[in-house]
């Protein structure tokens, strides 16, 4: 059974930073691919960044130069450094696992820019 629990959101103000940590019960954890999602009120769910089991990572444009991704699997986390923050970024933040056909998703954490 894979889970993933997030933490590490909660409202800051635009130009702040955060960062987020997902914790995956997975214990061939540096075989998935690890990513990161965020939802908008309104708004469909959109890639925020991944990094691979080989550690290559991609962003979507809007985060390239602000977001950070990276994993330890050592602790079977993956973590979202969040600097020059938004208020375009306010989303609730999904931690996500892709392996083979498994793909699994965590409850998500709210972050909150203000202007």
């Known amino acids: 059974q894979v889970q993933l629990v997030e933490s590490g959101g909660g409202l800051v103000q635009a130009g702040g930073s955060l960062r987020l940590s997902c914790a995956a019960s997975?214990?061939?954890?540096?075989?998935?691919?690890m990513g990161w999602y965020r939802q908008a009120p309104g708004k469909q769910r959109e890639l925020v960044a991944v990094i691979s089991s080989g550690g290559s990572t991609n962003y979507a444009d809007s985060v390239k130069g602000r977001f950070t991704i990276s994993r330890d699997n050592v602790q079977n986390t993956v973590y979202l450094q969040m600097n020059s923050l938004k208020p375009g970024d306010t989303a609730v933040y999904y931690c996500?696992?892709?392996?083979?056909?498994?793909?699994?998703w965590g409850q998500g954490t709210q972050v909150t820019v203000s202007s």
């Open positions: 996500n696992a892709k392996w083979r056909s498994l793909n699994r």
């Open positions: 997975i214990s061939t954890f540096s075989a998935y691919a």
